[in-house]
């Protein structure tokens, strides 16, 4: 197991968080995403955000239906940097196992996964287009050969971690 003794459970979603105290459009979308592959494998969905405004953002994350909200609002999340971060999501994974860690992929998503993927000994698969949940595994679908294809990625570990 990748994470420990615990057994992972859920789904969850690394907010990535606005200027205007609210999520980005893309983590919005991340959250949908969620919410749909929570239903399809029966696990909880949660939602980790970090950040100045961090609980009015959770507030609004709570209103779209999502009820396990971790928040953190601190100035040392104000700005990414990678050790605070890194440091303060590895210590919640592992306390908290899940089954898929849903990020946003940009540049918080593309540094944040590989130290994630790292530190709680689970694969890290970046750039996906698609999430879905078939016969117990979840397949994560990102182009190949500079984008000109597509290719299906099947995790077969407890925990799996994905930029999309």
Known sequence: MGMGEQTARG????AELKENDDVSAH???LLGL?????????EPLSAV???IGARQAAENIARKGI?????????AFERYHPETW???????????????????HGALGCDLAPRLSIG????????????EYDSGRFLFTKPIY????LTTVRVTSDTAIATV
């Open 27 to 29: 983590t919005q979308e």
């Open 146 to 149: 500079g984008g000109n294809a």
């Open 120 to 131: 709680i000994d689970a694969p890290a698969v970046t750039d996906c287009v698609g999430v």
């Open 49 to 51: 955000v970090l950040g």
């Open 67 to 75: 009820k396990r909200i971790y928040c953190t609002e601190n100035d």
């Open 34 to 42: 969620g919410q749909t592959l929570s239903e399809a494998c029966s």
């Open 86 to 104: 890194s440091a303060v999501l590895l210590d919640f994974f592992r306390t908290h196992p899940q089954k898929l860690v849903l990020i946003p």
């Open 11 to 14: 789904i969850c979603v690394v």
